[in-house]
Nanobody
Framework: QVQLVESGGGLVQPGGSLRLSCAASESISSIYSMGWYRQAPGKQRELVAEIISGGSGNYADSVKGRFTIARDNAKNTVYLQMNSLKPEDTAVYYC???????????????WGQGTQLTVSS
């Protein structure tokens, strides 16, 4: 089991910036992908950004150019830097880890408890 703990959410004004952190309970160097998802009230959970081990980030169109995902394997932590925030970014943000497990190998998902981001003036 991979335990994930998010932090860094809060209230921010439109146009502001915030950084979310996700600390994993074990080394993330062997984890296939780390990502951030979000879920707004009444909406389905959606992918915001993900980074595959050894690769670069993939982003939802709605956040491209504003959000940056980064993983620090030495600290077992993944970050989401969010700039130029908009009210429509308001949601609960969840950290995700996807790891190959078992034989035959399959990808298993692990989730954090979520952190609230509210963008409002």
């Amino acid at each position: 089991q991979v335990q994930l703990v998010e932090s860094g959410g809060g209230l921010v004004q439109p146009g502001g910036s915030l950084r979310l952190s996700c600390a994993a309970s074990e080394s993330i160097s062997s984890i296939y992908s780390m990502g951030w998802y979000r879920q707004a009230p009444g909406k389905q959970r959606e992918l915001v950004a993900e980074i595959i081990s050894g690769g670069s980030g993939n982003y939802a169109d709605s956040v491209k150019g504003r959000f940056t995902i980064a993983r620090d394997n030495a600290k077992n932590t993944v970050y989401l830097q969010m700039n130029s925030l908009k009210p429509e970014d308001t949601a609960v943000y969840y950290c995700n880890a996807r790891r190959l497990e078992g034989m035959p190998p399959k990808l298993n998902d692990y989730w954090g408890q979520g952190t609230q981001l509210t963008v409002s003036s």
